[in-house]
């Protein structure tokens, strides 16, 4: 069973470029505070990596 991490959006990404935008969005993430749980796979790490200053990242026992 894979793990999961739950990621919360806590900064807006207004002023930030709009590659940036777009993947806090495509993390399904919209307005502040919003939460997703996603799987913990290497495309998921590396699209958080890129955001890491605007979300909080929690990982998840399964």
Do not use: C, F, W
Request: no cysteine.
């Amino acid at each position: 069973m894979a793990k999961s991490i739950r990621v919360r959006l806590v900064k807006s990404p207004i002023g930030y470029n709009r590659r940036q935008l777009k993947t806090v969005k495509a993390l399904g993430l919209g307005k502040l505070d919003s939460e997703m749980v996603h799987q913990d796979t290497p495309q998921i790490r590396g699209m958080i990596n890129a955001v890491r200053h605007l979300l909080a990242v929690e990982e998840l026992a399964d």
